[in-house]
């Protein structure tokens, strides 16, 4: 099918694209956009490993491969490896929670300060 050589051609110049990147120990790139285009990456390769489009499935893992590389040692953190992933998950699911209990926070406290109704 010819599709599978499109999709395989898109990730192969996604792949030649990154690879400056990992090569520059200097690159800093964040984790709010490496992680999740590797995780994209990697849910690409198991959809089309599912629907028979084995070479997609393959050009997907090595894109997914290169965002791992970036999110393990291109990271603006002072650690390196695949915990940078565990790192920015734990965070961000942090900051979520303190958004969720400061606006349920925000609201509580608009609530206290009307009197009830008297009726």
């Not at 390769?45 to 028979?52: D, L």
């Not at 393959?58 to 791992?68: C, E």
């Not at 998950?89 to 929670?97: E, K, P």
Request: neutral net charge; glycine residues 8%.
């Amino acid at each position: 099918m010819w599709q599978d050589l499109v999709f395989l051609a898109g990730s192969a110049l996604s792949i030649v694209f990154l690879a400056p990147t990992v090569r520059d120990a200097t690159a800093k790139v964040p984790l709010g956009s490496s992680v999740p285009s590797m995780t994209i990456g990697a849910i690409y390769a198991c959809t089309y490993a599912t629907m028979g489009m084995t070479f997609s499935a393959a050009g997907s893992l090595g894109v997914a491969t290169m965002w791992s590389l970036i999110v393990s040692y291109r990271a603006p953190v002072d650690r390196t490896g695949p915990t940078n992933a565990l790192y920015f998950a734990r965070n961000t699911l942090v900051r979520g929670y303190r958004t969720a209990t400061s606006l349920y926070g925000t609201e509580q406290q608009s609530h206290a300060n009307h009197e009830p109704s008297g009726d």
